[in-house]
């Protein structure tokens, strides 16, 4: 059947079941492969996408979830070649490894961000409970997201670049 | 001139696919190549491709060597590229492990890199017929200061070169001493970063070919399994789906992922069960280990030798007569590596050659592997490694990559093969279990006088002790294994550290004395550069903890604790403390507070050296408080992360890292030692918290409680 999904603020439109999953719609079906497979059973974070602005896991969610939502993935988030505040927070920090849980990493901080601008560290910690890095880069991450957090406050555009709090 | 490679694909954190002119010789027998045109590649643009056999697993090598020929060649890290893992375009490589990346592979491009510089210093000297010492080198040029002329090194390569220098690099080729670095040893963002923060870095699991199909495995229903008979009627009459069976291991391909798992759930297999190890469980595996001895072969000794004594364990101890005496003995769990991008392949046939893209630390092993499982030459078989979703040790072997083949060839597409996370944790190989047995004597003035080792399965890394012990046996015996196993980040030196490091505050305890004071003690020989590192990092290490003015439980255990470890493997230098929680009913243990000091001689990427050393803190913290592969009648139980805990963000503690730089020592490699810290600085800080001496990792999941 053909199902009709807004992706990155663009329409698309493609064939699959609604019981697909949003991680299968996005890699095999539009090619967004940034949104990665990791345990299947929504416990790693790795396949993190946003619907409507919150965090889902993608390798659990059915197509149909996502039909009348906004859905962002991390190719999304860079806009004219502009990083996201978030994205160059991460890389200001070096808050990887492997880079394979970045960007369920960088979805999941959106979030939480999306819902309080300006989280404590415990909230941090929390929220990003369900994201694994196996290389355990975890308190870079939340350096990077406390930074990211600070550039969205300011209303830093993608072009500026904000010192980290820290 | 001619480029190489195109530029829009140049390696930054994917890997090229352009056709070298001349592929590197296989110098596997005879060692490195040493032509510098095998290793660098001077594109016309200014820039320079480092090509090298390593592969990228997160460990960050790609910007350390990037770091190492740039400094050499006087030119801005962002101008140097680096191809890996490329059994066609890259030099052979044993394989991307035992920390030697940086102490072997780095020095071999210091040394390429140099020659080349003088190359061209020496051509340009030529070129304008002036003496060589009146010109310098900027920017990847060479300068003539006094005539104000200049030259890139692109110009000074003749078409015929096609970039690549025909000229040797020799083994003693004056390379620039690290005291006098500019661009290694600073801070540099990883190359790859702008890649992971977008989503564009494509991994193996991540790319398609065209054509390709999706493949899928039948894995057995126990361990040992072998497959008898196979219907797979219903399975082929899916749409685009064929079923494949080898000597080896049945499977399906489909034209997507959904249709290959219907067609795996359609196949109607029977099996021979066998009964070998079904009696061996994760609760009996370390009576198993030592009464099942197992002839030692090369594929299970790990590293080193089996044996190491010295003087006589009789007079030993002997000697500590008005001292103590000690035995004790500590086990640690089968766990997995559980990297977050599973094994992965993709499988291509065109005319009788191989290609495969897959990500594992032995590319040029793994062609070996493609070679024999189809009966070809290694010239018919190209291996390439996308840079890797991580792998600690866990992607040594060419699992997936023939299974993928395999299919591939049945299929006669190209056939992409993805492990789902419950293969990852049942059909790979494991860190092996371990049981250790020691026993010790230390003299009325708290030196050791004897130590006997012997550890079951777990390893020989890591085995001897660095201590100051006079009479000593050790001794790693072989075992038969009940799971899978094989390397894992630092390999043994975790287990043997656990076990050596417990002990040792064990042995504290009996004499009461601070476990600082007491390693020093048996540490005394400052002109011993063994002793003397680890003394710098202990010193450091607790120094930055506050070690001597810690709260000392004078009241009795309070469930607050503070542990202390070293150790030192692979050339590298650790000491760790921490400082633990521990609720005495429940016995949760929670570690708030870890100090690691960390010594691998001079820091060439000190930004990628703090991360790593993080990191494997963390990882560290998971195998040495809940990490287990739990097993039983030959099913592995934790078979996915809802079973299987792994360290998340409220796991990790406040971490601090010292890191030496010792600019007059050689680089160490940084990716491994610093694991092996951890484990036991946890239970020596639980001992003091509670007075309850844990001797089996994973600490906090102690099916019984040890008394002291």
């Given at each position: 059947m053909t199902l009709e999904l807004r992706v990155n603020d663009t329409p698309r439109q493609l064939d699959a079941d609604e019981s697909t999953s949003l991680l299968v719609v996005m890699r095999e079906h539009l090619g967004l492969t940034g949104c990665k497979p990791g345990c299947g059973e929504g416990e790693c974070g790795a396949c993190t996408i946003l619907l409507d602005g919150k965090a889902v896991r993608s390798c659990i969610t059915e197509a149909r979830q996502a039909v009348g939502k906004d859905v962002l993935t991390i190719e999304g988030l860079e806009i004219d070649g502009q990083l996201h505040p978030l994205q160059q927070a991460f890389l200001d920090n070096?808050?990887?490894?492997?880079?394979?849980?970045?960007?369920?990493?960088?979805?999941?901080?959106?979030?939480?961000?999306n819902s309080c601008s300006d989280p404590g560290e415990q909230q941090i910690i929390d929220a990003m409970q369900g994201n694994i890095c196996r290389c355990g880069t975890y308190l870079r991450i939340v350096r990077a997201i406390r930074q990211g957090g600070a550039a969205m406050r300011s209303g830093a555009s993608h072009t500026e670049k904000v010192e980290s709090p820290l | 001139m001619t480029s190489n490679i195109?530029?829009?694909?140049?390696?930054?954190?994917?890997?090229?696919?352009?056709?070298?002119?001349?592929?590197?010789?296989?110098?596997?027998?005879?060692?490195?190549?040493?032509?510098i045109g095998d290793w660098l590649l001077f594109e016309s643009d200014g820039s320079v491709v480092v090509m090298v056999g390593k592969a990228e697993v997160?460990?960050?090598?790609?910007?350390?060597?990037?770091?190492?020929v740039a400094e050499e060649l006087r030119m801005p890290a962002e101008h140097v590229q680096v191809l890996m893992a490329d059994t066609r375009l890259t030099p052979y490589d044993m394989g991307t492990f035992g920390s030697r990346t940086t102490p072997y592979t780095a020095p071999i491009l210091h040394k390429a890199a140099a020659a080349a510089r003088q190359l061209f210093v020496e051509r340009a000297a030529a070129l304008w017929a002036v003496d060589p010492p009146e010109l310098a080198v900027e920017g990847g040029s060479i300068n003539h200061p006094p005539t104000g002329r200049s030259i890139p090194y692109a110009n000074l390569i003749t078409d015929a070169e096609a970039g690549r220098l025909n000229e040797l690099w020799s083994d003693d080729e004056a390379i620039t001493p690290s005291e006098s670095w500019t661009t290694a040893g600073k801070p540099a963002l990883r190359a790859e970063g702008r890649d992971f923060v977008t989503g564009k870095h494509r991994y193996t699991t991540d790319m398609t070919r065209p054509g390709m199909l999706i493949g899928a495995v039948l894995r057995p229903p126990s361990i040992g399994a072998t497959l008898a008979s196979l219907n797979g009627s219903a399975a082929e009459a899916l749409p685009g789906v064929t079923v494949v069976r080898t000597e080896k291991f049945a499977g399906v391909v489909a034209p997507d992922r959904a249709t290959a798992r219907r067609a795996l759930a359609l196949l109607r297999p029977t099996w021979n069960l066998g009964s070998a190890g079904t009696h061996v469980s994760s609760a009996n595996v370390f009576d198993f280990l030592k009464s099942h001895p197992a002839a030692p072969q090369a594929h299970n000794r790990w590293a080193g030798a089996d044996v190491f004594e010295t003087g006589s364990l009789t007079e030993g101890m002997a000697a500590a007569s008005g001292g103590h005496t000690l035995e004790a003995s500590y086990r640690v769990a089968y766990i997995a590596h559980s990297p977050l991008e599973t094994r992965a392949a993709i499988a291509e046939w065109d005319n009788g050659e191989l290609t495969v893209w897959t990500g594992t630390q032995r590319p040029f092993g793994v062609r070996s592997e493609l070679a024999a499982a189809f009966g070809k030459p290694e010239e018919q078989v190209r291996v390439i490694v996308p840079d890797t979703g991580s792998a600690y040790g866990g992607k040594h072997t060419g699992d997936a990559a023939i299974e993928a083949a395999w299919l591939a060839l049945a299929a006669s597409r190209p056939v992409k093969l993805t492990w789902s996370r419950e293969e990852e944790f049942t059909a790979a190989y494991f860190r092996p279990a371990g049981l250790i047995e020691v026993r010790s004597a230390i003299d009325a003035g708290g030196r050791i006088t004897a130590w006997d080792y012997h550890n079951y399965n777990s390893g020989a890394a890591g085995i001897r002790t660095p201590y100051a012990v006079p009479h000593q046996y050790i001794e790693f015996h072989t075992t038969e294994t009940p799971l899978r196993q094989g390397s894992y980040r630092a390999l043994a030196a975790t287990a043997n550290n656990f076990a050596r490091e417990s002990h040792m505050d064990e042995l504290a305890c009996l004499v009461g004395s601070d476990p600082l004071d007491f390693r020093l003690l048996n540490l005394p020989d400052v002109a011993d550069p063994v002793q003397s590192r680890l003394r710098a990092v202990l010193l450091a290490a607790t120094e930055r903890f506050a070690w001597a003015s810690r709260p000392t439980g004078t009241q009795g255990p309070t469930g607050h604790g503070y542990g202390l470890a070293?150790?030192?493997?692979?050339?590298?230098?650790?000491?760790?403390?921490?400082?633990v929680d521990v609720d005495p009913s429940s016995g949760q243990v929670w570690v708030t507070h870890v100090v690691q000091a960390f010594e691998c001689g001079a820091i060439v990427d000190p930004e990628g050296l703090e991360n790593q050393v993080e990191g494997a803190i963390v990882m560290g913290l998971g195998g040495a408080l809940i990490e287990r592969i739990d097993f039983d009648k030959g099913h592995v139980l934790t078979d996915r992360f809802s079973r299987y805990p792994v360290p998340r963000f409220r796991d990790v503690p406040?971490?601090?890292?010292?890191?030496?730089?010792?600019?007059?020592?050689?680089?160490?490699?940084?990716g491994e030692?610093?694991?092996i810290g951890v484990a036991p600085a946890v239970a020596n800080a639980i001992f003091d918290a509670t007075g309850v001496r844990l001797r089996a990792l994973p600490l906090a999941r102690n099916p019984e409680r040890q008394q002291p």
């Open positions: 070096g808050a990887f490894q492997c880079g394979y849980c970045t960007p369920g990493m960088i979805m999941s901080a959106l979030a939480l961000l | 195109r530029k829009d694909e140049r390696p930054r954190s994917g890997q090229p696919d352009g056709r070298p002119e001349r592929p590197p010789t296989d110098y596997s027998a005879s060692g490195p190549s040493h032509v997160g460990q960050g090598i790609r910007t350390s060597l990037a770091l190492a070293c150790g030192t493997e692979k050339g590298s230098y650790i000491a760790t403390c921490a400082e406040t971490i601090e890292t010292v890191l030496l730089d010792r600019k007059d020592l050689p680089s160490a490699g940084a030692t610093p694991i």
